[in-house]
């Protein structure tokens, strides 16, 4: 795993191929577990209701979850009541080689975008420690990720994210709007159907 770590801004790192295809397929099936313990879920928009295009479910300690009561982090599934399944090793490692960060992640956000699913420019910062980066890892179809500065109005780029790559947002990066504005499908044949598999692993409480 040593993919180089290209810089998009400082503290914003894309690592293109990340995850060899050998750790891809291990991750992938390690997600079919994951996904069978705490069932894909559709979040909903705070206030409107309004459901978002991709699905989503997490593993760890905490699971990041969306409806008309706010964004919010907690410790069980939104519909089954249970606690989220535990992260597999290999998202564990992939935070110890790339937060440069000396505490264990607390969550892992998995997003499921079908072909048509999107999300629109946002920044993350429902976590109480945002000294600890944002590490990304997407498996499946490649999307168009796009990101900007900490202000909305900042002008943008995007980049390609194919299966594989990391991406970290950390340091003075750590708060800038980022979204997917499109999958193409049918770009990666690791998953059985067209989309894209992405987990975001969070420190979510500052450290003791
Ligand atoms: O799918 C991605 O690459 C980004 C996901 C994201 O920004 C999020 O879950 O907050
Ligand atoms: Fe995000």
């Given at each position: 795993?040593?993919?180089?770590?290209?810089?998009?801004?400082?503290?914003?790192?894309?690592?293109?191929?990340?995850?060899?295809?050998?750790?891809?397929?291990?991750l992938r099936d390690a997600l079919r577990e994951t996904v069978?313990?705490?069932?894909?879920?559709?979040?909903?928009?705070?206030?409107?209701?309004?459901?978002?295009?991709?699905?989503?479910t997490?593993c760890?300690?905490?699971?990041?979850?969306?409806?008309?009561?706010?964004?919010?982090?907690?410790?069980?599934?939104?519909?089954?009541?249970?606690?989220?399944?535990?992260?597999p090793?290999?998202?564990?490692?992939?935070?110890?080689?790339?937060?440069?960060?000396?505490?264990?992640?607390?969550?892992?956000?998995v997003?499921?975008?079908?072909?048509?699913?999107?999300?629109?420019?946002?920044?993350?910062?429902?976590?109480?420690?945002?000294?600890?980066?944002?590490?990304?890892?997407?498996l499946?179809?490649?999307?168009?990720?796009?990101?900007?500065?900490?202000?909305?109005?900042?002008?943008?780029?995007?980049?390609?994210?194919?299966?594989?790559?990391?991406?970290?947002?950390?340091?003075?990066?750590?708060?800038?709007?980022?979204?997917?504005?499109?999958?193409?499908?049918?770009?990666?044949?690791?998953?059985?159907?067209?989309?894209?598999i992405?987990l975001?692993?969070?420190?979510?409480?500052?450290?003791?």
């Open positions: 795993m040593s993919a180089p770590r290209l810089a998009l801004a400082p503290g914003l790192l894309h690592v293109p191929g990340y995850l060899d295809g050998a750790a891809q397929v291990r069978r313990a705490a069932p894909l879920f559709t979040p909903r928009m705070p206030r409107t209701g309004k459901p978002f295009s991709v699905r989503m997490n760890g300690a905490l699971g990041w979850v969306s409806d008309e009561g706010g964004y919010r982090y907690q410790p069980t599934h939104p519909v089954t009541g249970a606690p989220w399944p535990p992260m090793d290999l998202v564990r490692a992939a935070w110890d080689d790339l937060a440069a960060y000396p505490h264990p992640p607390e969550a892992c956000l997003n499921w975008y079908e072909a048509s699913a999107k999300m629109g420019l946002h920044q993350d910062r429902d976590e109480a420690d945002l000294e600890a980066p944002v590490v990304s890892l997407s499946g179809d490649t999307a168009i990720f796009r990101f900007g500065g900490t202000e909305r109005k900042a002008p943008t780029r995007s980049i390609r994210l194919a299966s594989g790559d990391a991406v970290v947002i950390g340091g003075p990066s750590r708060l800038v709007f980022h979204g997917i504005d499109r999958i193409l499908a049918g770009s990666s044949t690791l998953l059985d159907a067209p989309g894209r992405n975001t692993l969070r420190r979510v409480t500052p450290p003791a």
